[in-house]
């Protein structure tokens, strides 16, 4: 099993262009999220995905697209990039919600990150 | 929104001490998790704790919820559990700043 894994691993824009990082899981997690994490910071969620076909937001949602027609993959999409959007940008799965989780608890497994750079 | 604030936000410690590491709320929450980031950037989840208190190994974390507050404990610390813990509060999952722990050899 390869778990979760993030494409591309690193990532230079320069402002106005386009791009999308893709996500891929092989548990069969119904759930995903796309997180960043900016220097000194916690994560911040952009948005999540609880199904194939659906997809909702998170805090920091505008300035993203994401797409789940897969139900292994989840898209991140940047329409025309800005230097705030320079990030180490995160995906994670679960089998749960955590307003789902029963007495079996909850666990997110993370991708490994993708570092972008927007100049 | 609700507010998670971690402390201490910074800790050295040497091989074999132990710590305790705090993450305060400012709303109730239906869940808590902590997390470890190694120093290489992997995020492993260590504990689904709404409330209550689980272990595993030398780690083990309380989640009292009346009170808003989370502490996660480590025990005979070693060199590999250097890097950031990290708790996230609610079904938003909102991340606290962090704890950055440094274990000395």
């Known amino acids: 099993n390869a778990g979760v894994t993030q494409t591309p691993k690193f990532r230079v824009l320069k402002t106005g262009q386009s791009m999308t990082l893709l996500c891929a899981q092989d548990?069969?997690?119904?759930?995903m999220y796309w997180y960043r994490q900016d220097p000194g910071m916690g994560l911040r969620l952009i948005h999540y995905s609880v199904g194939e076909g659906t997809t909702a937001k998170g805090e920091v949602p505008d300035g993203y697209n994401v797409s789940r027609l897969k139900k292994q993959n989840f898209l991140l999409g940047l329409e025309s990039a800005a230097p705030s959007q320079t990030s180490v940008y995160f995906c994670?799965?679960?089998?749960?919600?955590?307003?789902?989780?029963?007495?079996?608890?909850?666990?997110?497994?993370f991708g490994p990150g993708t570092r972008l750079t927007v100049t | 929104g609700i507010q998670v604030e971690q402390s201490p936000p910074d800790l050295i410690l040497q091989e074999g001490a132990n710590s305790t590491l705090r993450c305060n709320f400012s709303d109730s929450v239906n869940n808590l998790q902590w997390f470890h980031q190694n120093p290489w950037g992997q995020l492993i989840n260590l504990f689904y704790i709404p409330s209550g208190t689980k272990q595993n190994g030398r780690l083990s974390a309380t989640t009292v919820a009346t009170e808003r507050y989370s502490l996660l404990y480590i025990s005979s610390s070693q060199t590999t559990d250097s890097g950031v813990y990290f708790c996230a509060a609610d079904d938003k999952i909102i991340f606290g700043k962090g704890t950055r722990l440094h274990i000395l050899p």
């Open positions: 994670a799965s679960s089998y749960s919600l955590p307003a789902l989780a029963g007495v079996e608890g909850y666990e997110q497994y």
């Open positions: 548990m069969n997690h119904e759930y």
